[in-house]
């Protein structure tokens, strides 16, 4: 059988992932595409952890923008990402990929709360775990969630699954023709550079803790294989 260059990964879903053509809410066909892939790697034995975010149904930046309360409006973005973490695990078991969700504020009629070591057993015993509601808390995001759950439980790598980008460029390759992509970088130059891979309170834990991230398309079949199989596609943001 082949080998897997990572035993343990985090996957960082956008909530833009989840709603598919539409660009809003959930779509399940697409989650299915989506489960296909994650299932494939399941396969190979690699522990899976996946974050995902909310942004296909609510940011805390539009409430504010609206005039909420920031706050008032991340809590709200929080419960966005549970609605889709229940939609990935529905259609996860449904594929007979066992899984278990655990959130960041209680809510035990609906899933575990979040127990780091709890959630380290589930991996270890081949169980596909989601972590929802983001930190828990307002101002930051499930970019950094994922930085900060990949370090509590020594993730080897988050894969920073994208929607129709293919890595990191060093300017918008959708306005500027002449982008050019990296194939590698790091971490201090994500930051140094301001390049739009994570938000920097992400980068800059992933930088602290070591742990290195992968940035590739999504959209391309397969590709969550390939990454985990090592093969050089996308952007590797060393350590
Ligand atoms: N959010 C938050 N704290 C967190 C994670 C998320 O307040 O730790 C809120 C925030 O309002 C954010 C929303 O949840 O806009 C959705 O998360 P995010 O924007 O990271 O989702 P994505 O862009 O990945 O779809």
Known sequence: MVQPKYERVVLKLSGEAIAGEKGYGIDPATIDVMVQEIKEIYELGVE??????????????????????????????????????????????????????????????????????????????????????????????????????????????????????DGVYDSDPSINVEAKKFDELTHLDVIAKGLKVMDSTASSLSMDNDIPLVVFNLNEPGNIKRVVLGENIGTTVLA
């Open 48 to 165: 899976i952890a996946i974050i995902v975010g909310g942004g296909n149904i609510w940011r805390g930046q539009i409430g504010e923008e609206m005039g909420m309360e920031r706050a008032q409006a991340d809590y709200m973005g929080m419960l966005a990402t549970v609605m889709n973490a229940l939609a990935l695990q529905d259609v996860l078991e449904n594929n007979d990929v066992p899984t278990r969700v655990q959130t960041s504020i209680e809510m035990r009629q609906i899933a575990e709360p979040y127990i780091r070591r709890k959630a380290i057993r589930h991996l270890e015993k081949s169980r596909v775990v989601i972590f929802a509601g983001g930190t828990g808390n307002p101002y930051f995001t499930t970019d950094t969630t994922a930085a900060l759950r990949a370090a509590e439980i020594n993730a080897d790598v988050i894969l920073m699954a994208k929607n129709n980008v």
